[in-house]
């Protein structure tokens, strides 16, 4: 079992920036490989952006391409979702998410994947 328990979500202007961080406990977190995603109202949940194993790998939504950068510390047990120049529709609640599956890197877009999520933490926009 792994829990994960978000942080740093908030009220923002937009072009404003936000750090999220997801802290696992439990097994061990290099097992892992780790994403966000976001669920807006009336709207479906989102991949965002995912990281392999070793954070080697990166991936994203093409609609966070070149404003968000997704890391992780192995060392602190913690991913992070950097947001930069956020945009009102951004506004979501957000979900850290882990998986140990081996169809991480043809499936990691896939919410189905991930075996274990966090609670959220939400994220406001203005315009």
């Known amino acids: 079992q792994v829990q994960l328990v978000e942080s740093g979500g908030g009220l923002v202007q937009a072009g404003g920036s936000l750090r999220l961080s997801c802290a696992a406990s439990?097994?061990?977190?290099?097992?892992?490989?780790m994403g966000w995603f976001r669920q807006a109202p009336d709207k479906e949940r989102e991949f965002v952006s995912a990281?392999?194993?070793?954070?080697?790998?990166?991936y994203y939504a093409d609609s966070v391409k070149g404003r968000f950068t997704i890391s992780r510390d192995n060392a602190k047990n913690t991913v992070y979702l950097q947001m930069n120049s956020l945009k009102p529709e951004d506004t979501a609640a957000y979900y850290c998410?882990?998986?140990?599956?081996?169809?991480?890197?043809?499936?990691?877009?896939?919410?189905?994947?991930?075996?274990?999520w966090g609670q959220g933490t939400q994220v406001t926009v203005s315009s």
């Open positions: 998410v882990a998986t140990d599956n081996s169809n991480f890197y043809w499936q990691k877009m896939s919410p189905y994947l991930y075996d274990y």
């Open positions: 439990g097994r061990t977190f290099s097992s892992y490989a």
């Open positions: 990281i392999n194993w070793s954070g080697g790998n990166t």
